[in-house]
């Protein structure tokens, strides 16, 4: 079975009108989305963050058109350009959460008051 056979795609629309794709590993059984909104929240973070400044730089390489084509359809993205702008924007962007999540884990005092 290929990677790609093993997954299924879902498209549906949010009550303000906003497409929302979905894509599901059989493998993972997780659902990855990607919207409009989430889209423009990681360009404008960028933008504020000062990564979007003057396009003079060109990279260039061999991907696969299979990548490309599910990146796209993930994503709702048109342009290789805009996508892999986006992409790098990500990983420009992450800020490691979820190790850092996962590595506090365990370590607020259990007496600590919350509030509710």
Known sequence: MTKQSREKD??????????TTAARSAKAEQFVTVSKARFEAVMKAAEHSGLLGE?????????????IEQAKKHTGIE????????????????????????KTQGTVDPDLKLGF
């Open 10 to 19: 879902i498209t549906s629309s949010s009550p303000d009108g906003r497409l």
């Open 55 to 67: 396009k003079s730089k060109r990279i260039g390489g061999r991907i696969s058109p299979a990548l």
């Open 79 to 102: 342009t290789d350009t805009d996508l892999i702008e986006f992409a790098l924007a990500n990983v420009a962007l992450d800020d490691n959460f979820g190790a850092t999540f996962r």
